[in-house]
């Protein structure tokens, strides 16, 4: 039974099992059926919106490739039309030329007519058959000269006349207009209109294979008008037009050739003329058909129909209207453009799956996002609440602002406190309500700049109206949370009232401080360590205010108060020098008022504001921001100064130096002579006859006289000269560095009063009446003697008496040895000129060698004197310098240098050589210098390219500028330059390179002793190799001893000339030595066939020559 019973119970459990199992496994496939379910359709969603924007995207961008296409192909048609356009108005324009001269010459002829053809370089453009004259004539017989031609009773008859070219339009020579009445009705129409025009399209006569081709035609009037027959006014008469045939097809294959219809097919038709307008229902004309065009026999406004695309463009022609239809033969898209559509659409499908298995993938993880989502509102819930206590608890007001209407949202309690406002009065009211009406529109401004981007953050200064009426101030930091919808404006505000209060009271007492230093009589100003003026006061402007202006700096302000450049430079480092001193004078370890330095007061003579001159001290310290300057005017104490030093030392009549201040000056003179070694004078003026002046004429008028006669001696005297009244009617001058000795001082000595005695020469006018003054003058030199300074002025008072005593009006020296060399230099100078009527001077040659002969001279003055015999040079030139003789000696030399050139080129042996004379100083930089070398030069007939002037350093450095223009004038003539004594002045490369020259000299002082100083051959080393890098040729003077010219040979100077070849001999010795054979080694110099030359050479102690003069160079100085 027990058995029984565990089986029964086996039966019953077995069902609910499986049911219960069956049901687990249904709800177990449910679910996971739900849950595919829910992830599934997301998934089609996105990728079925992803279908749909791919597909729409990838047609607007098939739509968008099709207009582009038009839009390309249209393009291509208006050029297409363009260049067309620009080919039959260059059609236009020639047989417009080709009118004008067959309106001047209408009966030319084909062979003119050729010539015109070709003289416009006209030539078979594309699409051009011929160039034609169809003339218009009233019988035909008068119009052809071919006598086949038949008469035909048309008065109007019109035929060609005129072809080119004639080959292969020869069917068309002579040509009746009238058998064509196309191209008739175009002829008429360029008579009427008198203007070019095109004709209707015609069948040409022409071979070929394409026949359609347009006339362009231009109307040929003659120049005179002419006279009907009935009297009626005068017009033009008609002679026929100049025409071009245009085969059509040509010229539209020219614009395939040149890529105009690459991707286009043409068809042209011509619509008639442009006025009238052809009547309705006439067809236009066919003009050319291209073979792409499809349908050929259809019309081109047909193919619309079709549904292919027409492009249709209008062309005047002239008086014609042309249509141009295009249609595309193939895209004008690439192949990367035409897949564009498929690429667009394929990428979108891309996207649009990853989409999908993003937005699958995110949706089954959806119940963690849910999670992550309330954790984080639960996390901003809790930092909303921490700002919130943040925000009311504060120490200075927040405001939180709309940004889009700048209301206030939210406020804290400390701004409540701030403004007086309850926060319920404050929120939903602009924040700008309670700030000042004149600031609103700015501050609105600035809030949308923040709002917008433009500002990162604002920080203002504004006064707030409180709740009872009264201003506070507050200082606003706004910045910006957030972007898009959710922008806010966040404000910071702080109460600065008390801050603003101390403020304003230092501004008062600064105000007050700047009042008082306004007005003190003490100039200041402040000058930054960036040398810019950052204030002045009144009293700074009177004494220096012109040079202060706003962003002036120092060294601006230095110039317009020293304008001259030197005294400025003087001025500013005197003050950067007591600067200096204050800086170092300054305390580094001391207290604050300690360590500013304090700079000395120094006096500087400044231009005021009022132009005016005036002394001012400057002084000052220096602070940690710059420079405090302090100025005060000197200019009353300088003045009292100099009135006091005005009446001591200065003569009240004349306003001269009285003989206390002559006295002062002539002992600094004294102690100058002696401590420079040079010489001075001091003359003793006493006016003639003064005492019946002054008798005759009365006091009054005798001062009178003194003074004018004290501006003449001024206006006579140089600025360093001392005038000096000494008493009654004496005058005293004193001059200083006249010379090394005293017959150079003597001499312009004598030239001073000489000036003095020419301006005196020019009668006074005294009164109405003409006062002619003389005056006795005695001298005394100073400086090679120990005098006292009342011994010069003793010594010159007896000259003067001296020079009474001899008649008045005279100079005597005190010194009577020195008065008979003054004398004989008298003489001398009157020698000179009769020596230059009388042809006493000369010229001597000096051979110049080169590479073993002789290529030329230097010619050398000398004075044939009638007593003294050959005078030398060093006893006459400097005199002849001093007295501007030197100008017609140089002028003497140059002729006959250019006389001596002229005579050597008739003879073969001497044709060749170079000529070259020295140049003066005076004599070049007179300013007709050019004008008499080229003067002399014309006058012999001499080659200028022969003549060689040689010019000092002393010559160059007066005047550069002049001296470049000059040598580059006689430059351009032909006419050489050498350097004479180079090395021996102020040698500068800088007018090496700016002025043509083409030699270099050495010294002899450089060549005399180059084979024992060193020195003087490492400077005979460099000219030559200065020389060389030039491109200038170098030659050496001087050179007496074989050793010497090896020397100078090694050095790579072929070229010299000196002693030991020859010294200077007559032109006759000269022309000997040159004949003789090309020199190798210097000849003896013989005295039986060189007599002179050997005499010369027996006594070179005694031969002197200088550079000073003109042509004379200096010997060497051991012949000196």
């Not at 129909?305 to 062309?315: I, M, N, S």
């Not at 330059?977 to 500068?988: A, E, P, V």
Request: some cysteine.
């Amino acid at each position: 039974m027990g058995l029984a019973t565990s089986g029964s119970v086996l039966l019953d459990r077995f069902p609910r099992d499986c049911l219960f199992s069956l049901s687990r496994s249904m709800s177990a496939f449910a679910q996971r059926t739900l849950v595919a379910i829910r992830t599934a359709w997301p998934a089609a969603t996105v990728m079925a919106v992803g279908m749909c924007l791919s597909a729409a995207l990838a047609l607007q961008q098939q739509r968008a490739l099709e207009r582009i296409d038009l839009q390309r192909h249209t393009q291509q048609a208006q050029s297409a039309r363009q260049a067309l356009e620009m080919r039959l108005d260059a059609y236009a324009v020639m047989v417009q030329h080709v009118a004008n001269q067959l309106a001047a010459s209408p009966e030319m002829g084909q062979q003119a007519f050729a010539r015109i053809a070709q003289a416009l370089r006209i030539q078979i453009q594309p699409g051009m058959q011929a160039l034609t004259f169809t003339r218009a004539a009233t019988e035909r017989g008068q119009a052809s000269q071919d006598p086949s031609a038949s008469f035909r009773p048309d008065p109007h008859y019109f035929f060609i006349d005129y072809l080119w070219p004639v080959e292969g339009n020869e069917s068309i020579a002579g040509l009746d207009m009238h058998d064509r009445p196309s191209l008739m009705a175009s002829m008429l129409r360029s008579r009427d209109s008198a203007a070019a025009v095109v004709s209707a399209p015609f069948a040409m006569k022409q071979p070929g294979e394409h026949a359609t081709a347009v006339l362009v035609r231009a109307p040929v009037f003659a120049l005179a008008d002419h006279q009907s027959p009935d009297g009626a006014a005068a017009h033009p008469l008609f002679l026929g037009t100049a025409d071009v045939s245009i085969r059509v097809h040509d010229l539209v294959q020219d614009l395939h050739e040149r890529g105009f219809l690459g991707r286009l097919a043409l068809a042209m038709h011509d619509a008639g003329p442009v006025s009238p307008l052809p009547p309705a229902g006439v067809s236009p004309l066919p003009l050319y058909l291209g073979a792409a065009w499809p349908e050929r026999g259809q019309e081109a406004v047909g193919l619309g129909d079709t549904g292919q695309v027409v492009l249709e463009q209008t062309l005047q022609a002239q008086d014609r209207l042309w249509r141009l239809n295009f249609i595309p033969v193939s895209t004008a898209l690439s192949w990367t453009e035409r897949a564009q559509p498929l690429v667009l659409f394929a990428l979108g499908m891309l996207v649009s799956v990853l989409l999908a298995s993003l937005a699958a993938a995110w949706w089954r993880r959806h119940p963690s996002s849910w999670a992550q989502l309330r954790a984080s509102s639960r996390s901003m819930r809790e930092s909303d609440a921490r700002f919130q206590a943040l925000f009311e608890q504060a120490a200075v007001g927040v405001v939180q602002i709309d940004a889009a209407n700048g209301n206030v949202l939210h406020v804290n309690r400390r701004y409540c406190d701030i403004t007086g406002h309850e926060a319920q009065q404050l929120c939903q009211r602009p924040l700008l309500a309670l700030v000042a009406a004149e600031t609103v529109e700015g501050d609105r401004l600035l809030l949308q700049e923040l709002a917008a981007g433009q500002r990162r953050a604002l920080q203002i200064e504004r006064q707030l109206r409180r709740s009872d009426g009264s201003l506070v101030w507050v200082e606003l930091h706004i910045s910006a949370l957030g972007h898009g919808p959710s922008l806010r404006l966040m404000a910071l505000v702080q109460d600065i009232s008390a801050r603003r209060h101390l403020q304003q009271m230092q501004r008062d007492g600064s105000r007050h401080l700047r009042m008082v230093i306004q007005r003190l009589p003490l100039g200041l100003a402040m000058l930054q360590e960036d040398g810019r003026f950052a204030y002045w006061n009144e009293e700074f402007m009177r004494l220096a205010g012109h040079g202060a202006t706003a962003g002036m700096d120092g060294d601006g302000w230095w110039r317009n108060m020293c304008p001259d450049e030197a005294r400025r430079q003087r001025m500013q480092r005197r003050f950067e020098a007591a600067q200096a001193r204050a800086r170092v004078a300054q305390s580094p370890h001391g207290s604050e008022s300690d360590s500013c330095g304090t700079l000395n007061s120094e006096e500087y003579q400044l231009i005021g504001s009022d132009g005016c001159a005036r002394s001012v001290s400057i002084g000052g310290m220096l602070l940690d921001e710059g420079c405090l300057l302090i100025l005060q005017d000197q200019s009353q104490r300088k003045t009292a100064e100099e009135e006091i030093r005005r009446l001591a030392f200065y003569d009240a009549l004349t306003g001269l130096p009285n003989r206390r201040l002559l006295v002062d000056r002539l002992q600094q003179a004294l102690a100058s002579s002696r401590r420079r070694g040079r010489c001075g004078a001091v003359m003793l003026l006493d006016v003639d006859n003064f005492k019946a002046f002054n008798d005759s004429l009365g006091l009054e008028l005798g001062d009178v006289l003194l003074r004018m006669i004290a501006e003449r001696l001024a206006q006579s005297l140089g600025r360093e000269a001392t005038l000096a009244r000494h008493s009654g009617d004496d005058f005293v001058v004193l001059l200083e560095d006249l010379g090394k000795d005293s017959m150079h001082a003597a001499s312009k000595l004598e030239g001073e009063v000489q000036r003095m005695r020419s301006l005196l020469l020019q009668p006074l006018q005294l009164s109405g009446q003409s006062c002619h003054i003389t005056l006795s003058i005695g001298a005394s030199l100073f400086g090679e003697q120990e005098l006292s300074a009342d011994e010069v002025l003793r010594r010159a008072e007896m000259a003067m008496y001296q020079a009474k005593g001899m008649g008045r009006n005279t100079l005597q020296f005190f010194d009577p040895q020195l008065q008979a060399v003054l004398r004989s230099r008298t003489a001398m100078e009157q020698e000179m000129r009769e020596g230059l009527v009388r042809s006493q001077f000369v010229l001597y040659y000096q051979p110049q060698v080169a590479n073993g002969r002789i290529v030329g001279a230097e010619g050398l003055l000398r004075w044939n004197h009638p007593r003294e015999g050959l005078v030398p040079p060093s006893l006459f030139v400097s005199l002849a310098e001093e007295t501007g003789l030197i100008q017609q000696l140089g002028e003497w030399v140059l002729g006959e240098a250019c006389r001596q050139l002229a005579q050597w080129a008739a003879e073969p042996d001497m044709a060749c050589l170079m000529l070259a004379v020295n140049v003066s100083p005076r004599q070049f930089h007179q300013a007709r210098f050019v004008e008499q070398v080229l003067q002399a030069l014309k006058e012999h007939g001499a080659n200028p390219r022969l003549l060689k002037l040689e010019l000092t350093e002393s010559l160059l450095l007066a005047d550069v500028d002049d001296t470049a223009a000059k040598m580059a004038t006689l430059k351009a003539h032909g006419v050489g330059f050498s350097l004479d004594d180079f090395g021996t002045g102020y040698s500068s490369l800088a007018y090496l390179k700016r002025l043509p020259l083409d030699q270099l000299k050495i010294d002899r002082s450089f060549v005399r002793d180059v084979l024992s100083d060193p020195n003087d051959a490492a400077i005979a080393r460099t000219i030559v190799a200065l020389g060389t890098s030039l491109g200038l040729q170098v030659i050496a003077e001087g050179v007496e001893t074989e050793a010497q010219r090896q020397f100078l040979e090694d050095q790579h100077c072929h070229a010299w000339q000196g002693y030991l070849l020859s010294p200077p001999v007559p032109v006759r010795s000269f022309e000997a030595l040159v004949r003789q054979a090309i020199v190798s080694r210097p000849p003896a110099l013989s005295p039986a066939n060189l007599p002179q030359q050997a005499q010369e050479a027996q006594d070179r102690p005694q031969v002197v020559e200088c550079t000073d003069g003109s042509g004379v160079p200096d010997a060497p100085s051991n012949h000196s």
